[in-house]
């Protein structure tokens, strides 16, 4: 089979979508299956991959922005897939639409959520609009500026004319899945969850912690990801600050924070627990098991991810997890007839978290029936599960194409 994917997000970027196109890429192609990969590659320099699109980085910001057209793949792909909605995306739906190639859309981010915290989503929907060609009029424009309902509303508008050009919707998550209510065109949904194997290295926790500065037995708390607003960085902080007068010597390891490192700073002296925390840039990925391995619980604040990739690394490797997100307490390979127990989660309030990670630090019991509740469900949804369920959808458009059966989420 021959796919072609279209992906805004840069393969050096720390977030979670880059990530799923890697692994996805990679399990396609190991298993023999040919894949054109639309991504930005630097303005200078040779291409990492045939297709790469050249790009400018934006500053203060961790993305890129393409300035190259995008050269049309040959041979013509079977199946396009779209994994962001930014130029690069776009212009995957606009080269499937001209030659009626099915379109399959990965709903890797929720844009409705973060329109609350980055403007570039509005000039991201006003330019996809007019590559689409919708037609809209200048008082269509200035809702996306206004927010509110009326801003809501038009990137409700945006997404039904997503639908209309998209052949099959990938959620990864049932919270996902469920988001689609609010639109009022949506083809078929498959609930698909990506899956990937993380490099373990048990040698690692006392090399990393030794590295921290964290003393040997010191309770640690780690959270993995940007720290700007829409992951909820003030969230956890409070319910840190709650914990560390609780429990003495508690550390807070905040892993992968490139942006908002002097006000996380600030925020951590007011509250009187800067002593405690450790900020750590983004690392290659073959080192991310020994922060799993050195810390004692995974803290997940945010409540605008679609389902947050390092949840299942950290339970691949026994590390339990807090959510403040009840909506993704159900993990992938969850199996209730095997009586499984779902992650610990709470509403989004600093006194509900920091008692949540307070009880998974101190009782060890809890500690290790999540951690096994982790890895049962880690192991009974590998990577080739994910990459068998990929190709049933593939298959479910294309019907030269061939997968395994998968589970369905229609509507």
Known sequence: MRIAHFCDSHPDRSDGVATAVATTVSLLRGAGHEVQLYQPVPLLGGRREPYGVRSVPVPLRDIRVSVSPLRAPRPAPDIVHVHTTGPIGIGGMRYAR???????????????????????????AALAALRLRLGWTVRDYLRLARPGTGRRDQLLRLGDAFMDRVSLILAPSGKTAAGFAE???????????????????????????????????????????????????????????????RISGAQLVM???RQRRRALLRLARKAGVAHALRIVPPVPHERMAGYYRMSDVLAFPST??????????????????VLADPALATRPGDSSDQGQVGRLSTPARADRFAAALCRVLSDPELR???????????????????LDRLLAAYSSIHPTTSGAPSERTGR
């Open 255 to 257: 892993l992968g924070v």
């Open 304 to 321: 605008t991810d679609t389902q947050g990739l390092v949840l299942v690394e950290a339970e691949q490797l026994g590390l339990p997890v």
């Open 98 to 124: 001209a030659r009626a190639i099915p379109v399959v859309m990965t709903w890797h981010t929720d844009l409705l959520a973060y329109s609350a915290f980055f403007p570039e989503i509005q000039v991201g």
């Open 368 to 386: 290790e029936r999540l951690a096994e509740a982790g890895r049962i469900a880690a192991t009974a949804y590998p990577a080739g599960g994910y």
């Open 183 to 245: 639109f009022h065109r949506v083809p078929p949904v498959w609930t698909v969850p990506t899956s990937l194997a993380l490099a373990d290295d048990p040698s690692g926790r006392a090399e990393v912690r030794r590295s921290l500065g964290i003393p040997p037995a010191a309770p640690v708390i780690l959270a993995v990801g940007r720290a700007t607003p829409e992951k909820n960085p003030s969230l956890l902080l409070a319910s840190f600050t709650e914990v560390s007068r």
